[in-house]
């Protein structure tokens, strides 16, 4: 399958100079055409910085310290995300890509209606398309998420909380994007409204095509639903392989932590143990890995050098990569 957002060498900073906090490091993750990608790690391990900084969308003082995101339209050349006009980077943000925030059920306008809503996202994009086509497709869009018509005429707080995040992934497919971002937006709903909702995007995404990169912490959502997943831990991606690969066999004691952290959906039960100890903080990073500190296989380099994300030296199989001094990597 061909690519769609190549991610090469990503460096987010938070602030400059002496100062700068590195919330994402050397990031490289490549999401194909069709594809659901998954990217999990705890809380401040940088997820939700890699989204913004590959949309552009960093908060200040967020900066795009290097790297590149080469975009792949189904037509057309390819281009940097990075080097594009603030012109060009709004019709970026929703007929190419759109972004689902952490918490967006509750961006919602609370004094406008849905109809209201779904119809302005249409309409800056579509200036020229009449009243009556406008509502129509903004009712088309509710159907694609499960949502009944009449809800068209309902505010936001008449609605429940799974209906309002179905009302933004409605929103966010409204032009037909290549690829949906969707950061962590389930953590506020309940266990089964979460499988509800992913479930369905994993659905629309057969019907429409789209790829999806998904960000959460719950990582038995991700082994359900995605294709592929990648795994982050203070700023730098840990692990990625296919999610039958994570699942069965994961290869960075992080990411084992991490499958023990979650109660399994299906499949064989793990002992859920968690993982001891806490995210580190990006102001005072250990040396070597930086999961050492927490690691309970961790051995002699571990704390002096950091290992380079790569394929494992003994791997035969569908590609995949991990950072970890068990797994030796052969650079280049
Ligand atoms: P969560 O699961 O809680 O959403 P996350 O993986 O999305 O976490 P980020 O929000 O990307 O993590 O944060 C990564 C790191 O960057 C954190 O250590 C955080 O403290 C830091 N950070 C985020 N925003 C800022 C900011 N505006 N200024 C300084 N540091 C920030
Ligand atoms: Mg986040």
């Known amino acids: 399958t061909r690519p769609l957002l190549e991610i090469r060498n990503l460096n987010v900073d938070y602030g400059l100079g002496d100062d700068a906090v590195h919330a994402v490091r050397d990031v490289n993750l490549t999401i194909h055409r069709g594809e659901v990608v998954g990217l999990a790690g705890e809380s401040g391990s940088g ?22 995101v080469t975009y792949h339209p189904p037509t057309g050349d390819p281009f940097d995300v990075l080097n594009l006009s603030p012109a060009e980077l709004r019709k970026f ?43 129509d497709r903004a009712k088309e869009l509710l159907k ?11 505010y936001p707080h008449q609605l429940s909380g ?24 389930t953590t506020a709903l309940d266990v089964v409204m979460q499988r509800q909702i992913l479930g369905q995007l994993v659905e629309l995404r057969e019907r429409l095509g789209f790829s999806v990169l998904f960000i ?24 990625e392989a296919p999610s039958a690969d994570i699942y069965r066999d994961p290869k960075h004691p992080y990411s084992e932590g991490l499958l023990r952290s979650f109660p399994a959906l299906r ?32 051995f ?16 035969v199989g569908p590609p995949r990569s991990v950072a970890c001094w068990l797994h030796p990597v052969t650079a280049g």
């Open 300 to 315: 002699e380099p571990c704390d002096t050098r950091i290992p380079i994300l790569g394929k494992p030296d003994d791997h």
């Open 162 to 185: 799974g209906m309002r995040q179905r009302v933004m992934i409605g929103m966010a497919l409204a032009l037909e994007p290549h690829l949906v971002i969707m950061d962590e937006p």
């Open 267 to 298: 499949g064989a039960r793990r002992e859920l143990t968690g993982i001891p100890g806490s995210p580190p903080d990006l102001r005072g990073m250990p040396s070597g890995c930086a999961f050492h500190p927490r690691c309970p296989k961790r």
């Open 216 to 239: 959460t912490h719950d990582l038995s959502l991700l082994v359900e639903f995605s294709d592929r997943i990648a795994i982050m831990y203070g700023g730098r991606i840990v692990e």
């Open 93 to 135: 943000r929703w007929a190419e890509t759109s972004i689902v925030f952490q918490g967006a059920m509750n961006s919602l306008n609370p004094v406008h209606k849905v109809s209201t809503q779904l119809m302005d996202v249409i309409k800056a994009h579509e200036p020229g398309m009449s009243k009556r086509a406008r509502l």
């Open 47 to 68: 997820k939700s910085t890699l989204a913004y900084g590959v949309t552009r969308l960093l908060p200040p003082p967020g900066v795009v310290s290097g790297g590149a």
């Open 144 to 154: 694609l998420v499960g949502i009944a018509e009449d809800r068209l005429e309902s």
